[in-house]
């Protein structure tokens, strides 16, 4: 009985893991077409954020720096605002390629659910993207199972970018308070090229 319980719990996550992956192809196909109608450069970036939460252990990206007269006894922290330093990785694992940083600031905003307000620095430091930003500005509902914020700006490659982001927590550690982010970001942006021409016209 338990094996076969176990088989039917594999077989289930394979198939979320296949129509998830199936959903991201799909995504992707439809957020260049648009690009392309509108002359514009598309980027999809996907990597993790370790999410590491002071009081955990020595080595916190993640603190609390203010918070309301309320927060204490709130049930969703209401009021707390906490500012992160995080690293984004190719992998979930905390030790795979590290290519740049999330830097900002999160804001408990929500007094029924556990909603933060979010602004975020997407800075990169490898690859093709290394040296530019983007910037996320929005809500984050953090116990759905994905949530979509919108990319506002950036810089350097990025310069007048905009687009979404998709973001889902790939695990969570309640002892140690470190929690794995999976990220997807949809870019449009102009590109270099164009940014010139417009200096140009200018």
Known sequence: MGKTILISVVLIVAHL???RAIRNVEEEKWFKKVCS??????????????DFRAGG?????????????????????????????????????????IIGKVQGVTISADFQ???????????FTAGDYSGSTLT?????EVMNEEREMPIVGGTGVFRLARGYALSSTYSYD????????????????????NVRLQTAIK
């Not at 514009?40 to 996907?46: D, P, R």
């Not at 990206?61 to 049930?75: L, M, N």
């Not at 996320?136 to 984050?140: E, K």
């Open 174 to 193: 309640v002892e140690t308070r470190y929690a794995v982010m999976e990220y997807t970001l949809y870019v449009a942006y102009l590109g270099k090229s």
């Open 17 to 19: 893991l296949v129509a």
């Open 113 to 123: 659910v556990s909603g933060e307000g979010m602004y975020l620095n997407f800075y």
């Open 57 to 97: 252990g020595p080595n916190a990206t993640v603190y609390v720096v203010a918070e309301s007269s309320i927060s204490a006894t709130s049930p969703t922290d209401f009021g707390e605002i906490h500012v992160c330093d995080d690293l984004l990785t190719t992998q979930p694992d905390q030790n795979s390629e």
């Open 37 to 50: 109608q509108r002359n514009e450069e598309a980027a999809v970036l996907h990597f993790y954020v370790q």
């Open 136 to 140: 996320m500005l929005g809500r984050n």
